[in-house]
Nanobody, 125 residues
């Protein structure tokens, strides 16, 4: 069983930055794809980005169009942690942000077996 714990959410003004962290208890963290999703009130869960590590190389999936150029994902396998750096935040980025772990990169939430509890990000205008 893998436990994921997100942190770093909060309230920020538009144009500001936040860095989310997700700590995994999984023993196979380095071999797992780690993804970030978000869900705004009244909307379905949206894929943000994902990262996979293989053969010493970190691969990053395409970012959703809504965050491209503003968000960046990274991972530290030694710390079992994945990060989401969010810059130039907009009110439309307000959502609960979830990290997820799965065997391969996908935009489909159902393919990720493990999920964190989520962290709230609120961007004020």
């Amino acid at each position: 069983q893998v436990q994921l714990v997100e942190s770093g959410g909060g309230l920020v003004q538009a144009g500001g930055s936040l860095r989310l962290s997700c700590l995994s208890s999984g023993r196979t963290f380095s071999r797992s794809t780690m993804a970030w999703f978000r869900q705004a009130p009244g909307k379905s869960r949206e894929f943000v980005t994902a990262t996979t590590w293989s053969g010493g190389i970190t691969y990053t999936s395409a970012y959703s169009d809504s965050v491209k150029g503003r968000f960046a994902v990274s991972r530290d396998n030694a710390k079992n942690t994945v990060y989401l750096q969010m810059n130039s935040l907009e009110p439309e980025d307000t959502a609960v942000y979830y990290c997820a772990s799965g065997p391969r990169s996908s935009v489909t939430a159902d393919l990720y077996a493990y999920w964190g509890q989520g962290t709230q990000v609120t961007v004020s205008s």
